[in-house]
């Protein structure tokens, strides 16, 4: 059983990008099924300026969404970015429709997706750039030796991985440095421990995406119900402060289209989890 750290509000990516460790997930921006533009563009740039003004230093996107809706609409929203605003960017996955995706590690394609992604982020190097998904079809090493020599030549400040197993972030450690890893993990699904852990041993960020994924756990009269009572707060409140005391490397970033969900997940931060209600949610069955 895992215990929860003493909770630290910021974490040092490599050394070099101090950011809040809650992070802003911008792929809701979008359309429905992540595809297209948002119902409302001018709303939509209004929460990504939102999450800024709360404090937000680390927003997280991808090429994929839209595909490349959620990146122009961060640079129309704010560029020029403030001093210390980190904007994590994605590729590897291509768009066949609304909430369908399949992956493309060829090097060609990533540098490709990488020199789309800067001109529309209005960048000239992306601070943190990650491998969207491993390619079945293109070993894991050509996919980060193309992000590597990319780095080499200016483009990219950082690597990071996403979907990866802990002998895929193995193999990538041994090509290139690893600063980051965004995986599936929340309080329900927890089938990334093993790379959490591997993270927690070499310093490296983990970024839960789906943070907020609770399914029956939040039914009424259940633990983490009963705890969010508690609190004062909200289940999905009590998900992202289980995450943020779950280690020192996490770096959940839940996203939204709506200012007043953001709203609310930026409070959690201010929620402290006794022992006593860690470990009931600690022992929560998953799914």
């Not at 609409?73 to 605003?85: D, M, Q």
Request: hydrophobic content about 40%; charged content about 25%.
């Amino acid at each position: 059983m895992s215990k929860p750290v003493t909770e630290v509000l910021e974490l040092d990516i490599a050394g070099e990008l101090p950011v809040r460790r809650l992070g802003f997930g911008a792929m809701r921006v979008t359309g429905q099924g992540v595809w297209g533009e948002p119902p409302d563009r001018e709303a939509a740039k209004a929460v990504l300026r939102r999450a800024v003004e709360l404090g937000t230093t680390l927003i997280d996107t991808a090429d994929a969404y839209g595909p490349n809706v959620s990146e122009e609409l961060i640079a129309e929203a704010l560029h020029p970015y403030r001093v210390g605003l980190v904007i994590a960017t994605k590729g590897g996955l291509l768009r066949g429709g609304p909430n369908n995706w399949y992956p493309n590690g060829r090097p060609e394609h990533l540098r490709t997706a990488l020199d789309g992604s800067l001109k529309r982020l209005k960048l000239e190097r992306i601070d943190l750039y990650q491998l969207h998904r491993p390619d079945p079809q293109v070993p894991l090493e050509e996919s980060v030796g193309a992000l590597a020599e990319l780095r080499k030549a200016g483009k990219i400040r950082h690597i990071g991985l996403s979907n990866v197993s802990v002998p895929q972030l193995v193999a990538a450690q041994k090509i290139a440095p690893i600063v980051s890893v965004q995986n599936r993990y929340n309080l329900s699904d927890r089938a990334s421990e093993d790379v959490l852990e591997a993270c927690e041993r070499a310093n490296i960020a983990f970024i839960p995406w789906f943070p907020l994924a609770t399914g029956t756990l939040a039914q009424p009269g259940g633990a983490l119900d009963t705890i969010a009572h508690e609190l004062g707060a909200t289940p999905s409140q009590v998900a992202l402060a289980w995450l943020l005391a779950r280690s020192r490397v996490v770096l959940p970033i839940p996203g939204t289209a709506s200012i007043a969900h953001l709203e609310e997940n930026t409070r959690a931060q201010g929620i402290k989890l006794s022992k006593d209600q860690w470990d009931r949610l600690d022992r929560l069955p998953l799914s």
